[in-house]
């Protein structure tokens, strides 16, 4: 049985990250037990190969799942600067582009590659092909398992995912060696995916972008809201907006939910009820329909206006009241039918996973089992779009890697 003194399991972003930072302190002593051919399929395919590696405008409230005030304290060790200096000093250029998103400069492909020079020149181990299937505590150490191999280890950090793309070797399994290990696991659910609506008028709008607001209710409950872009699809709905929401979807699946959308983001149903009395005194002989062809697409609208059950020809002078509400709602509220989320198969990311509380945020130590370390999405965290799910990776990965060089230099 070969013996390691940190093996790390999962060469993903997080698991990455942990090698590097446990190698900075125990050179030598680090090897990744990847199940792929190479390490770092996911970052490769990241923003097709684009790679949105953080945000500058790093904030809790981005995130959802666990404790705000653990993701709080994890996120101010190691946080967007020091995530910007780490990718500076392996050679790294970032740029900084709308709403604070970072981007490698050389894209995916060269942010793997730094990472993997890194982590060779610290004389970290790369073992591929490794698919680990059992963890096993003994007296100071465990005993790590793939078919007819074995391994021991003095530390171990689990960071081999979700369950989000499974075809980069994401599939759930780390989920099943924590509980092997004591954690219990809140049950994983799509994030970051395409919402699927029974909606087959709005196959129409296929290809459309929208600014959007959505939210979902249950019965007259809101539970969670989105803003931002939105893009039609022949199933449903995706985008920015969507894929924000998608947890949520997941999540309370069991559920008779209703979503809406307002095509008019920052605005209420009253306010465009105001706009359209202001437009019958100006252009009372307008059709009705013109104000709102100047701000969304043309078929957009004439589904707003089916919706509405209003001619979109009618003259803006010939309404009635309840016709003027009518319009509002059907911009402000329209109400879209849901079916679910897309599966994991195209999700981004995993909302679900161990317990906050079962993990020491200042460590990423499992207070169950003494020597296990936890990282990335392994973990109850997901993030909205915009390179939070890959600063939680980077965040956690660095924590929870120097964390178990530490505990073994003190032992040495």
């Not at 780490?86 to 060269?110: N, T």
């Not at 499974?166 to 219990?184: E, Q």
């Not at 696991?185 to 995916?193: N, Q």
């Amino acid at each position: 049985m070969k013996s390691i003194d940190i093996a790390i399991i999962g060469g993903g972003a997080a698991g990455l990250m942990a090698a590097i930072a446990a190698a900075q302190l125990r050179r030598g002593g680090v090897t990744i037990l990847e199940r792929m051919v190479r390490c770092g399929s996911k970052i490769l395919i990241s923003g097709g190969g684009r790679c949105n590696l953080a945000n500058s405008l790093l904030s809790p409230d981005k995130y959802s799942g666990g404790s705000r005030n653990f993701i709080r304290n994890v996120l101010a060790a190691f946080g967007a600067g020091e995530t910007i200096r780490f990718f500076e000093s392996i050679g790294v250029a970032i740029v900084e582009e709308d709403e604070g998103r970072l981007f490698p400069k050389g894209g995916a492909r060269q942010l793997l590659a730094a990472m993997i020079a890194r982590a060779e020149e610290l004389g970290v181990k790369t073992k591929t092909g490794f698919s680990a299937d059992s963890i096993s505590p003994r007296e100071g150490w465990f005993e790590i398992g793939a078919e007819k191999k074995r391994f021991e280890a003095g530390r171990v950090v689990l960071a081999c995912g979700g369950s989000a793309c499974p075809a980069c070797g994401t599939d759930g399994s780390g989920f099943s060696l924590a509980r092997s290990l004591g954690h219990s696991i809140v049950k994983p659910v799509p994030a970051l995916a395409p919402i699927e609506l029974v909606e087959p008028k709005l196959r129409a709008l296929a290809g459309i972008t929208i600014e959007s607001s959505l939210s979902l209710h249950d019965r007259n409950r809101e539970i969670a809201r989105s803003r931002g872009q939105i893009l039609f699809t022949h199933g449903g709905i995706s985008g920015p907006a969507a894929l924000n929401l998608s947890r949520h979807v997941g999540r309370h699946a069991a559920r008779k939910l209703n979503l809406c959308l307002n095509m008019i983001p920052d605005t209420d149903a009253d306010a465009v009820g105001a706009e359209i009395r202001r437009r019958i005194k100006e252009t009372p002989k307008a059709n009705s329909i013109t104000p709102f062809k100047q701000k969304l697409p043309d078929r957009l609208c004439g589904i707003a206006f089916h919706r509405a059950d209003v001619d979109p020809e009618k003259r803006l002078g010939n309404l009635s009241r309840d016709e003027i509400k009518r319009i509002a709602l059907a911009f402000t509220a329209m109400p879209l039918s849901l079916k679910g989320v897309c599966g994991f198969a195209v999700a981004h990311a995993t909302a679900g996973g161990v317990p906050l509380d079962e993990v020491r945020y200042q460590t990423m130590e499992s207070r169950i089992a003494r020597g296990l370390y936890l990282a990335g999405e392994v973990l109850d965290v997901d993030g909205q779009t915009g390179g939070y799910n890959f600063q939680w990776a980077w965040s956690t990965g660095f924590l929870a890697g120097r964390a178990a060089a530490l505990s073994l230099k003190s032992i040495s």
